[in-house]
């Protein structure tokens, strides 16, 4: 199961996004698609991303895929239905395992403007308060609930609800390598990227006077030495191909000049605290230096080589406060100053000083799936800056 921001999860600001940027989402939208088909995946709750590319998009996504979009909370005004399945009842190993999916409704703005008149997040637990006494009644024995909500409001659903054993976790984007327990149930939160696989196996073991679940849990990081499935490997190539004309062209057509929602005066870009390495250049020349001869000085050439420089999945490593960074479009190349000092606007003329470097600031990079042998120690020595004269 996947909990969302799946299919649509490059720039949500879609009203602001340059056409060629809409167009290559569109294209891996549909290789996700295809590929969550081909891995036989059963159920999916939508995130608010993927909910503002509009509901007859994701309608139309839904009748594509051989796995269900599940969401017990968005609700049709007219119909007072629900948009999508609310829940599925699925037979695993003799055991009846119910499965349904909530959006936080704190994301009804999220919602596309046509939408919003015709559609409505509803309160995420009163909808499970409904859906869980249908999985009773259809004598599901495990409750599994994928959710796209925050931390609070997870736990909240899993103090209220003692038959929900598993909540899946969605728009939370870290990676907890042990469930964390509320009450009844197991929380699992599997990391963001496709970088890791949660997996969870459980067994009932039943007595005469009680009924017990046993489960046990892990991550299983991605890496490497996991082959590519010859018909995945297919599709991702045929996605390389078609996506070509859209990933190279022209930079120039993304630039604010042409942007047209620039030229209405709609969409002011937001002022980044990011402010680039040349900037720090005037007063820490040594350091520089020593930068330029590290591996960081060159990531986004890597890219380049690679030709991968516009995929949004590789640039928040191999740039600077991706997504932060003013423009769209735009990136800081490298992994420069920022990327391990932290945003420098401010300093040092309004006398900010930056916080120290620590073991953290490199893992957001160096993770597991990344960089499987990273050691902090002695990486340290290979790239740390010298000190100020
Ligand atoms: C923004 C992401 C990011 C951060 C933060 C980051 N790195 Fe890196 N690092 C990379 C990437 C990407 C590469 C590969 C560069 C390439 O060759 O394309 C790399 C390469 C390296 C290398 C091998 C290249 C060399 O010059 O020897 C070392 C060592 C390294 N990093 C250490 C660290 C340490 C230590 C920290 C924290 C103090 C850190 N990195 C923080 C992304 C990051
Ligand atoms: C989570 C952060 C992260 C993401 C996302 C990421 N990289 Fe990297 N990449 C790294 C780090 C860190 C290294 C340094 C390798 C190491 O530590 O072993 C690296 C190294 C590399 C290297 C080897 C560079 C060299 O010359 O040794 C290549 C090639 C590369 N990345 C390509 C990509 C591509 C293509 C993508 C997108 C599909 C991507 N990376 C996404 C963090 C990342
Ligand atoms: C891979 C992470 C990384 C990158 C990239 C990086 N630094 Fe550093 N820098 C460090 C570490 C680690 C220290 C040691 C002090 C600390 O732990 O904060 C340091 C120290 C410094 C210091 C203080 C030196 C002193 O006198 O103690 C300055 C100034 C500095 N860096 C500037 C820069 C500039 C300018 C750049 C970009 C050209 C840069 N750094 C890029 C990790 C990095
Ligand atoms: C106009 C000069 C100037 C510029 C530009 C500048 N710095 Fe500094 N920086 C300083 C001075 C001066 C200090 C020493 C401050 C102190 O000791 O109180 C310093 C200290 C630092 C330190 C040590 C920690 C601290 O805050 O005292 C780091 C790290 C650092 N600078 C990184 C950067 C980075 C990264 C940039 C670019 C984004 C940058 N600096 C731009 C003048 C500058």
């Not at 695993?92 to 409505?120: C, M, T, W």
């Not at 409750?143 to 976790?169: G, N, P």
């Not at 520089?288 to 000085?297: C, L, P, Q, V, Y």
């Amino acid at each position: 199961m996947d909990s969302g921001d799946l299919l649509y999860s490059a720039g949500h600001e879609i009203f602001g996004l340059p056409k060629r940027d809409r167009d290559l989402t569109a294209l891996k939208a549909n290789l996700f698609l295809q590929t969550y088909n081909l891995m036989g995946y059963d159920a999916f709750t939508p995130g608010e991303v993927d909910l503002s590319w509009g509901i007859a998009e994701l309608k139309k996504m839904s009748q594509k895929a051989k796995f269900a979009f599940l969401l017990a909370n968005l609700q049709d005004l007219k119909t007072k239905k629900p948009v999508f399945r609310p829940y599925l009842i699925k037979e695993k190993g003799g055991i009846r395992v119910g499965l349904f999916g909530l959006l936080s409704n704190r994301f009804s703005g999220s919602l596309d403007p046509h939408d919003k008149a015709a559609y409505r997040l509803t309160d995420p637990l009163e909808a499970a308060r409904q859906v869980i006494g249908e999985l009773k009644k259809k004598k599901s024995k495990v409750i599994i609930a994928i959710t796209h909500m925050d931390e609070s409001e997870q736990r909240k659903l899993a103090e209220t609800f003692r038959e929900v054993y598993f909540v899946v976790s969605g728009h939370e984007r870290g990676l907890k390598r042990q469930p964390v327990e509320v009450n009844n149930a197991q929380i699992l939160t599997a990391g963001t990227r496709g970088e890791y696989l949660g997996q969870m196996e459980f067994f009932l073991k039943e007595k005469p006077d009680e009924t017990r679940l046993l489960s046990n849990y892990q991550i299983i990081t991605l890496r490497d030495f996991y082959k590519d499935h010859p018909q995945t490997a297919k599709l991702v190539n045929q996605f390389r191909a078609d996506s070509k004309p859209l990933h190279f062209a022209e930079k120039k057509n993304g630039s604010p000049e042409k942007d047209p929602w620039m030229q209405k005066g709609t969409y002011a870009y937001p002022v980044s605290d990011y402010m680039g390495g040349a900037s720090c250049l005037s007063c820490h020349q040594p350091q520089h230096e020593n930068w330029k001869k590290t591996g960081h000085a060159k990531a986004y050439q890597t890219l380049v080589g690679e030709k991968r420089e516009r995929d949004h999945t590789c640039l928040p490593c191999h740039t600077t406060g991706f997504g932060e960074v003013s423009g769209f479009g735009d990136v800081l190349e490298n992994v420069q100053c920022e990327s391990c000092h932290g945003p420098g606007r401010g300093h040092p003329e309004d006398g900010k000083k930056l916080p120290p470097v620590g073991e953290k600031q490199c893992l957001l990079c160096h993770n597991p799936a990344k960089s499987p042998n990273f050691d902090y120690a002695p990486s340290l020595t290979k790239v740390r800056c010298p000190a100020s004269k």
